[in-house]
């Protein structure tokens, strides 16, 4: 979701997934949301090939409140995730997610929406946005 402001925004729903993650940011730097940021982030994005791309992000992760690292209870339920079907890193992001006590997990991935089996509400960010910034709210987010 942290790169989506850099794909093809010529595509509306890839736009609208923008427009959405911008508001996010907004809301998280007003302080009316937490942003949870975690260990398997700042790997992904330690990797980016792209120095723009990667100060863009590590700019946004620097707006989280928590930061949840990967410990051996996270990469236990990230394993149980993966036998539902979700990818490895996909069930890293949801463990932590999970272990930082999240409401919500925001993902453009529709595949981890329909798969997630758990008890965080896993939304896109265009959903987020219309669903709860739209109404009241005190929960957490992650990605």
Known sequence: MYNRPFDDQTQPRIWLETLAFVVILQVVSAGEAELVSSSVLEYENSRNPY?????????????ASHRQK?????????????????KAIDALHIACAEAAGSDYFLTCDDRVI??????????????????????????????
Request: proline share 5%; aromatic share 4%.
């Open 70 to 86: 990967v410990d051996k209870g996270t990469r236990k339920r990230a394993q149980e995730l993966e036998k539902e079907g979700l």
């Open 114 to 143: 329909r798969r997630y089996p758990g008890e965080i509400k896993v939304l896109n960010p265009v959903d987020f946005v219309l669903a709860v910034i739209g109404g009241d709210h005190d929960g957490k987010s992650d990605e």
């Open 51 to 63: 120095p723009l791309r990667k100060r863009w992000v590590t700019r946004c992760l620097e707006l």
